[in-house]
């Protein structure tokens, strides 16, 4: 009785977090489509993706672990990995695109770019 | 319950696919080149995502390994993507 009991309440919890990541995943792809700027677009890119394939990485070992019984560490890494290497290309890839010339999306032209401003005084 | 995860991850492989698509727009459309680099790097974690639903959709344990090479190859191929953007080259020497 108790075991079934577990067992349904994990398959509960690996169905909220694939629901849960796979809703990340579609919101950061449509934060790519309808942002107006490459460094708004990183936003949106970094943060919602990394969310949701944490989700999905933990649906995904918890599956596992209930029905083969494997504690699968490489699952867990990759979500270790993702939360590493995200922010640092994100990082590269503004600066890189700072550095070709692309101004910050302003509504009404006139947006502060303190960035541009600390380089000049450098 | 089975039936159940098996139809759910059915339904999130094809948001994650539609997801590929609409990504997949902005890398061909992308104004300005670091645009096309965001969206590549967002397919490659979606990709990731796809291969943890594979896994559970065929039970089976082989394909985490594909995982983790995803994600190192999508982080090297995005800092090097970045610094060619940013100077033209990948590897600089700071010699002459």
Not at chain 2, 41 to 63: F, K, P, Q
């Amino acid at each position: 009785m108790t075991g079934t009991t577990t067992e349904f309440i994990m398959n509960i919890l690996v169905i909220v977090f694939l629901i849960a990541g796979t809703f990340f995943v579609i919101s950061a792809s449509i934060g790519v489509i309808r942002f107006p700027d490459i460094y708004t677009r990183l936003h949106a890119s970094t943060k919602a993706a990394t969310l949701g394939i944490s989700g999905i990485m933990i649906g995904a070992f918890i599956f596992l672990y209930v029905e083969h019984q494997i504690v699968s560490g490489k699952l867990i890494l990759g979500i270790i990995f993702i939360l590493l290497t995200a922010p640092v290309s994100a990082h590269m890839i503004g600066r890189a695109a700072h550095s070709i010339g692309i101004k910050p999306w302003s509504q009404d032209g006139n947006t502060k770019d303190e960035y541009a401003d600390a380089l000049k005084d450098k | 319950m089975n039936e159940l995860i098996n139809t759910i991850a059915i339904v999130c492989m094809i948001v994650v696919t539609i997801s590929i698509a609409l990504l997949l727009y902005r890398v061909i459309k992308g104004p300005t080149n670091p645009d096309r680099a965001v969206a590549l790097d967002a397919i490659g974690i979606n990709l990731m995502g796809m291969a943890g639903l594979s896994a559970i959709l065929l039970v089976t344990t082989r394909l985490n390994d594909v995982i983790l090479l995803i994600g190192i190859l999508l982080f090297v191929g995005t800092v090097g993507l970045a610094k060619y953007l940013e100077k033209g080259v990948i590897i600089d020497r700071d010699d002459d």
